[in-house]
């Protein structure tokens, strides 16, 4: 079974740039779609994006969509979440899942996800 650890997180003001990293270790990564959930204090996990396991097929909320940017490399076992134009609004834990369906990336309920990292903090400040 894949694990999960995340890293990138930290404070940025509004406008800047952010690339969050989700590092896989396990030999079945390849085999998984991942994707990106955010979190703050009293709301439920939210969906931010997903890539399929090839790579080939990206989903985004519409929150995020042409600002947000998802990608994988799997010589290196890490998917990127590349956060463009952040606003306050963007501002929450970041965690990464590996779906309960591995190959499924179109899942955006966080109960379809058993996996996560940690969840580094984001803050954006006007």
């Not at 947000?68 to 590349?82: C, H, K, W, Y």
């Amino acid at each position: 079974q894949v694990q999960l650890v995340e890293s990138g997180g930290g404070g940025v003001l509004a406008g800047d740039s952010l690339r969050l990293t989700c590092r896989a270790s396990g030999p079945t990564f390849t085999s998984y779609a991942i994707a990106w959930f955010r979190q703050v204090p009293g709301k439920e996990r939210e969906f931010v994006a997903s890539i399929s396991r090839s790579g080939s097929t990206t989903y985004y909320a519409d929150s995020v969509k042409d600002r947000f940017i998802i990608s994988r490399d799997d010589a290196e076992n890490r998917v990127f979440l590349q956060m463009n134009s952040l606003t306050s609004e963007d501002t929450g834990v970041y965690y990464c899942g590996a779906p309960v369906i591995p190959g499924i990336a179109t899942e955006r309920d966080p109960s379809d996800y058993h996996t996560w990292g940690q969840g580094p903090q984001v803050t954006v400040s006007s």
